[in-house]
């Protein structure tokens, strides 16, 4: 892959629907949010952009978008009302963190009457999630209940283990579970969840995405530990591409005074051993610290650079076609 072109961020336009009208032999990725923990906005990372935790995947007709952070919003006004009612949305949640669904009630196919949204993250029960969502939609936290919405929403709870089978245009997937060997090259699109307990507490959902051939995995919010998460790497065995949190250097996360051990995030270091142990084709890191400006965040992408020659920074606008 060419090297890495920094540039500002585009204003959402008409051009984009253009660019993205999704098509049956597709598999393009793009980055809407890639920071971790807080928004940030300033001069200084304006290059890779501040906007939280947001990637959508068009992929065979479909489009899939994974976490709902403050990126969704923009996503949302890119894909506009007649656009979203042609085309439902798939959204998976990692996990329930503010960070990742601070944007969620933003999103405008949500609050546009004759679009529908398919919402899938991690749950104990059936209802677990939405229960969850209703939470953050509570009057005490925000204007409008879940249920006033005007798009039309189905909220299901994933254990991990799961595989979603997609098939016939506009209809959901079949959600099934998964079975020991991976899904044989087809046209048919599948998702597959998996639950680690990589991040604290109550651990964090992954999620693989298969299609003719090609496999992407989504594996943000993961602190892997000393020789990494034999969970995860499996997970991501073979991937064509990789989106791996790796939010701390390895000074920071080892800092004497301000250690962020415990926190749920990787370093560089550790991402990198994940994707070299799991063999992936590309290695795109996620999830950034905040603090961490645009002359920073290009230190970090030579090191990984050095250390794993197929990997980049992740840096909102980027688009990638597996």
Known sequence: MAPVVYSFIFPVNLLYMAAMATRTNEFKVRFWGVRGSYPTASAATRAIGGDTSCVEVNV???????????????????????????????????????????????????????????????????????????????????????????????????????????????????????????????????????????????????????????????????????????????????????IHDAQYLHGEYHSKTKSKQGWGHSTVEMAVEAAAKAEVKQLVLYHHEPQHDDPAMKRIEKLSKKLFANSMIAYQGLELKL
């Open 60 to 242: 065979a007709g479909r489009r899939l978008i994974f976490d709902a952070g403050t990126g969704i919003i923009a996503l949302g006004k890119a894909i506009g009302r007649r656009a979203a009612a042609a085309a439902d949305s798939y959204i998976f949640l990692s996990h329930t963190h503010i960070d990742h669904l601070m944007g969620l009630f933003f999103y405008e196919p949500l609050l546009s009457a004759g679009t529908r949204s398919f919402i899938y993250g991690p749950g104990r029960s059936a209802s677990a999630l939405r229960q969850t969502l209703r939470q953050l939609s509570h009057s005490n936290l925000f204007p409008i209940s879940l249920d006033e919405f005007k798009g039309k929403s189905a909220i299901h709870s994933l254990r991990g283990g799961e595989t979603l089978r997609f098939g016939a245009p506009g209809k959901p997937p079949t959600i099934g579970k998964s079975t020991a060997a991976r899904p044989s090259v087809n046209r048919q699109l599948i998702v597959e969840s998996h639950k680690s307990p990589a991040h604290p507490r109550d651990g964090v959902m992954l999620y693989r995405v298969s299609y003719a051939g090609k496999t992407l995995v989504y594996a943000t919010d993961v602190e892997q530990q000393p020789g990494g998460y034999a969970d995860v790497i499996e997970f991501a065995r073979g991937a064509d591409l990789l």
